[in-house]
């Protein structure tokens, strides 16, 4: 399964938690900068990312559901999700060895 690099932020800082995140900690994979010009555009991006993982079935979402809308507070990884963070630490590139 292919991953963005925000969808794999999501899913490592969540694994780092204890397997719980709040939507606010996952700003953090902008820079201040570009989030204080664009902030509903990156809350919008983060929140469509949070929409597809929940998809996926790598987390569960807890918030608010409207008729037209949900508005997601937290979310928490399920098994398949830490499964995804256990091989996005393996993939990452290994040292290599010093002779």
């Not at 994979?29 to 996926?56: G, M, P």
């Not at 979310?75 to 256990?86: C, N």
Request: with cysteine; charged share 30%; aromatic share 8%.
């Amino acid at each position: 399964m292919r991953l963005s690099p925000l969808h794999k932020h999501i899913i490592k800082t969540c694994g780092a938690n204890n397997g719980i995140g709040r939507k606010e900690e996952f700003y953090s994979f902008y820079n201040t900068a570009e989030f204080s010009k664009n902030k509903k555009i990156i809350q919008d991006t983060i929140h469509k990312c949070l929409e597809s993982l929940v998809a996926r079935d790598l987390v569960v979402a807890y918030g608010k559901k409207t008729a037209q809308k949900w508005f997601i507070e937290k979310i928490r990884l399920t098994g398949q999700g830490r499964q995804a963070v256990k091989d996005i630490i393996k993939t990452r590139q290994a040292k290599l060895p010093i002779k």
